[in-house]
């Protein structure tokens, strides 16, 4: 996508922001029109309910005390001046009896007592000499002896009042269709900015530096979610890219060996005389040797399989029995390395598991425990439930593992340097690691009680 300082506008983000924005204005220009509707109609409404209620007033009047009573009803209107009313009230030959407009503004109907809405406009003299107009809304009706009333409510002031309404609603519907539209541009400026800083840094990683890191804020948006989840990913490549350039110095370095050592015996019977035993050893030796390197590959397959979890079906699984059994196989083996070995076997300790797996963790922390172990030195197996988890402990007390390389032996392929002597790929702690992941385990390294020795530590989650 090309850049610019106006790319943006041509992202999904934008064209969302932009509708969202523009609903947000025509939603809010309804809102303005209902609410200037309903303004102006409460305002006409009870300027209606007054003019009925003071033509109903005036309307018993004439019916209770006729003309008199309906005479000296409005004189005291019109002198009290009732600023929102005006009267006129005139007789059969249409000369005013009471009232505050020179004469009647509007026709009754010829029909008596039914009374007619009308609405006009009168003029009076304005305060700096010239006139105002104002806005009439009334009742006429013509009376039973042929004189004719008329009662109104002055508008002008609600008429003011809806223009100033008018005015503000024309005002406020462009203004917030500018802030809704400026909202909308500023977000989607800022959404593109931060999914910018996601597609540079993913670009940067694309190129070849697997070093950068996507920009985390503070805010904890889905911006920052997604920053963080990112960066965890390139971690984790940046980790198996490291493992890989390392796996493949390690399998070079260790396969070098019994290559070397194969093409030397197989140089060697050459340039001798070869008979038919001097073969057959030949043979056995380079078997010996291949299979050496068989044994790394298919090492680094199954470790393999096993991260990926291709490998591994969790079933119920009684690991104190397993436990014994794995006991059982190496003491006969620590007994010929001349190692005293105990075990300590809680019974009955059941977890989700995959037995085959399982077997082969434990196995590899045994046999490293042998391999590394003097003899007249000891090892102890212990198997318990502590604080409901239960807990598979191999102890040593041989030279153990410096502090420093604790947690670097779990990585793939490394093999301190007093192990590249010793027959391995240098991937059993590996796999120890990856099956305790697989069964949602941990497995730790310490040194040993004294700061002797080695403490190997599985712990997983008992079958409930």
Same mark, same amino acid.
Request: contains cysteine; hydrophobic residues 40%; charged residues 25%.
């Given at each position: /996508?090309?850049?610019?300082?106006?790319?943006?506008?041509?992202?999904?983000?934008?064209?969302?922001?932009?509708?969202?924005?523009?609903?947000?204005?025509?939603?809010?220009?309804?809102?303005?029109?209902?609410?200037?509707?309903?303004?102006?109609?409460?305002?006409?409404?009870?300027?209606?309910?007054?003019?009925? +209620?003071?033509?109903?007033?005036? +309307?018993?009047?004439?019916?209770?005390?006729?003309?008199?009573?309906?005479?000296?009803?409005?004189?005291?209107?019109?002198?009290?001046?009732?600023?929102?009313?005006?009267?006129?009230?005139?007789?059969?030959?249409?000369?005013?009896?009471?009232?505050? &407009?020179? !004469? &009647?503004?509007?026709?009754?109907?010829?029909?008596?007592?039914?009374?007619?809405?009308?609405?006009?406009?009168?003029?009076?003299?304005?305060?700096?000499?010239?006139?105002?107009?104002?806005?009439?809304?009334?009742?006429?009706? !013509?009376?039973?002896?042929?004189?004719?009333?008329?009662?109104?409510?002055? /508008?002008?002031?609600?008429?003011?009042?809806?223009?100033?309404?008018?005015? +503000?609603?024309?005002?406020?519907?462009?203004?917030?269709?500018?802030?809704?539209?400026?909202?909308?541009?500023?977000?989607?400026?800022?959404?593109?900015? !931060?999914?910018?800083?996601? #597609?540079?840094?993913?670009?940067?990683? &694309?190129?070849?530096?697997?070093?950068?890191?996507?920009?985390?804020?503070?805010?904890?948006?889905?911006?920052?979610?997604?920053?963080?989840?990112?960066?965890?990913?390139?971690?984790?490549?940046?980790?198996?890219?490291?493992? #890989?350039?390392?796996?493949?110095?390690?399998?070079?370095?260790?396969?070098?060996?019994?290559?070397?050592?194969?093409?030397?015996?197989?140089?060697?019977?050459?340039?001798?005389?070869?008979?038919?035993? #001097?073969?057959?050893?030949?043979?056995?030796?380079?078997?010996?040797?291949?299979?050496?390197?068989?044994?790394?590959?298919?090492?680094?397959?199954?470790?393999?399989?096993?991260?990926?979890?291709?490998?591994?079906?969790?079933?119920?699984?009684?690991?104190?029995?397993?436990?014994?059994?794995?006991?059982?196989?190496?003491?006969?083996?620590?007994?010929?390395?001349?190692?005293?070995?105990?075990?300590?076997?809680?019974?009955?300790?059941?977890?989700?598991?995959?037995?085959?797996? &399982?077997?082969?963790?434990?196995?590899?922390?045994?046999?490293?425990?042998?391999?590394?172990?003097?003899?007249?030195?000891?090892?102890?197996?212990?198997?318990?439930?502590?604080?409901?988890?239960?807990?598979?402990?191999?102890?040593?007390?041989?030279?153990?593992?410096?502090?420093?390389?604790?947690?670097?032996?779990?990585?793939?392929?490394?093999?301190?340097?007093?192990?590249?002597?010793?027959?391995?790929?240098?991937?059993?702690?590996?796999?120890?690691?990856?099956?305790?992941?697989?069964?949602?385990?941990?497995?730790?390294?310490?040194?040993?009680?004294?700061? #002797?020795?080695?403490?190997?530590?599985?712990?997983?989650?008992?079958?409930?």
């Amino acid at each position: /996508m090309k850049s610019g300082p106006f790319a943006f506008v041509r992202t999904t983000t934008f064209r969302l922001a932009l509708v969202y924005s523009i609903l947000f204005a025509l939603f809010s220009a309804g809102l303005l029109a209902y609410l200037f509707q309903a303004t102006v109609g409460t305002m006409r409404a009870d300027a209606k309910a007054r003019l009925e +209620a003071e033509f109903r007033t005036l +309307a018993i009047a004439w019916n209770t005390g006729g003309p008199t009573r309906l005479e000296q009803s409005l004189l005291e209107r019109v002198l009290v001046d009732l600023r929102d009313f005006t009267y006129q009230f005139e007789d059969a030959n249409g000369r005013t009896i009471v009232g505050d &407009m020179p !004469r &009647m503004p509007v026709d009754p109907l010829e029909e008596y007592g039914t009374p007619r809405v009308v609405t006009f406009e009168i003029e009076r003299p304005g305060p700096e000499g010239g006139t105002t107009i104002t806005p009439i809304e009334g009742l006429i009706v !013509r009376l039973g002896d042929d004189s004719v009333m008329l009662v109104g409510i002055k /508008m002008d002031e609600r008429v003011r009042q809806v223009n100033r309404i008018t005015r +503000a609603v024309a005002t406020a519907a462009p203004i917030g269709f500018i802030l809704a539209l400026l909202g909308g541009f500023f977000s989607a400026r800022y959404a593109a900015h !931060r999914a910018e800083s996601l #597609t540079k840094t993913a670009q940067g990683v &694309m190129s070849g530096d697997l070093s950068l890191r996507a920009p985390v804020g503070v805010s904890g948006d889905e911006f920052d979610r997604l920053a963080e989840q990112l960066n965890a990913m390139l971690e984790k490549l940046e980790t198996l890219m490291a493992a #890989t350039r390392h796996a493949g110095d390690s399998i070079a370095h260790d396969l070098r060996s019994p290559l070397s050592r194969l093409r030397n015996q197989l140089e060697a019977r050459l340039r001798g005389p070869i008979d038919e035993i #001097t073969a057959r050893e030949t043979l056995g030796e380079t078997v010996e040797e291949v299979d050496n390197v068989l044994a790394t590959f298919n090492a680094i397959l199954r470790l393999s399989r096993v991260n990926e979890g291709a490998e591994g079906k969790l079933v119920p699984l009684d690991l104190s029995k397993l436990c014994e059994e794995m006991a059982e196989l190496f003491e006969p083996a620590c007994e010929d390395a001349g190692i005293e070995f105990s075990a300590r076997i809680e019974p009955a300790l059941e977890l989700l598991g995959d037995r085959t797996l &399982m077997a082969q963790a434990i196995s590899n922390l045994l046999d490293n425990a042998v391999k590394y172990t003097p003899s007249g030195q000891s090892i102890q197996l212990d198997v318990a439930l502590k604080d409901e988890r239960i807990e598979v402990i191999v102890a040593d007390t041989g030279p153990g593992i410096p502090q420093a390389d604790l947690e670097r032996v779990k990585e793939r392929f490394v093999r301190l340097d007093e192990a590249r002597t010793q027959v391995g790929s240098g991937l059993g702690l590996a796999l120890v690691d990856a099956v305790a992941e697989l069964h949602s385990g941990t497995f730790t390294l310490t040194r040993g009680d004294d700061d #002797t020795g080695l403490k190997a530590t599985l712990t997983f989650t008992p079958k409930r």
